[in-house]
Nanobody
């Protein structure tokens, strides 16, 4: 079955960096678009960044453009989110997602806290 496991979250000061990872299993990873979402306290879940399968096309939320980079290593069934110049408003639980056969699959999330 599809499994997504996020890691790499933590506490970081404003202006700092973190790299999130999402290890995927149970499906043909390289075919599917992978997406990072986040949900801040009291807010709805929002799309952060997405990357296509073998082609690797990417798109980003306006709020993270120029600061975050999504990438994938298909040989490792892993997608990454490099987050630079972090701001307090980036504080959220970050989730990895893929959509397969019209069904959304989610990891359990990893908490990112940006605070001094």
């Amino acid at each position: 079955q599809v499994q997504l496991v996020e890691s790499g979250g933590g506490l970081v000061q404003p202006g700092g960096s973190l790299r999130l990872s999402c290890a995927a299993s149970g499906f043909t990873f390289w075919i599917y678009t992978m997406t990072w979402y986040r949900q801040a306290p009291g807010k709805e879940r929002e799309l952060v960044a997405a990357i296509g399968g073998a082609g690797g096309s990417t798109n980003y939320a306006d709020s993270v453009k120029g600061r975050f980079t999504i990438s994938r290593v298909n040989a490792k069934n892993t997608v990454y989110l490099q987050m630079n110049s972090l701001k307090p408003e980036d504080t959220a639980v970050y989730y990895c997602n893929t959509r397969k056969n019209d069904m959304d699959y989610w990891g359990k999330g990893t908490l990112v806290t940006v605070s001094s």
